[in-house]
């Protein structure tokens, strides 16, 4: 979808992790400015921008059924969102440094997050 003619603009800041939905239909992008953003793949149309974080967004990942996005944050959480709505469901703390990775396990029961402070 991304190409030199076509790129995908819309965050005021550098992107750092992007993850495609399992059914390839849209991309999620992470970014320094503290939003993640919903791209529609085929079109490169901006379906939501999320918001809630308070520092930068470093990790995205969608969940093994595509209805839940996780987003990891130097503001030491991780949310986990309704894709469809665009709503946040869950915010988890824990970390005592910023979350740089997140993975949902393959039956979307577990998810693992990375940090700074030296723990998974």
Do not use: E, F, R
């Amino acid at each position: 979808v991304v190409n030199s003619s076509n790129p995908l603009t819309g965050h005021s800041d550098g992107v750092i992790s992007v993850a495609y939905s399992p059914n390839g239909q849209q991309l999620a992008s992470a970014s320094y400015d503290k939003t993640i953003k919903i791209w529609d793949v085929s079109s490169g149309q901006l379906l939501k921008s999320l918001t809630g974080h308070s520092d930068g967004v470093i990790s995205v990942a969608y969940s093994p059924n595509g209805q839940q996005l996780a987003s990891a944050s130097y503001d030491k959480t991780i949310k986990i969102w309704d894709v469809s709505s665009g709503q946040l469901l869950k915010s988890l703390a824990g970390h005592s440094d910023g979350v740089i990775s997140i993975a949902y396990s393959p039956n979307g029961q577990q998810l693992a997050s990375a940090s700074y402070d030296k723990t998974i």
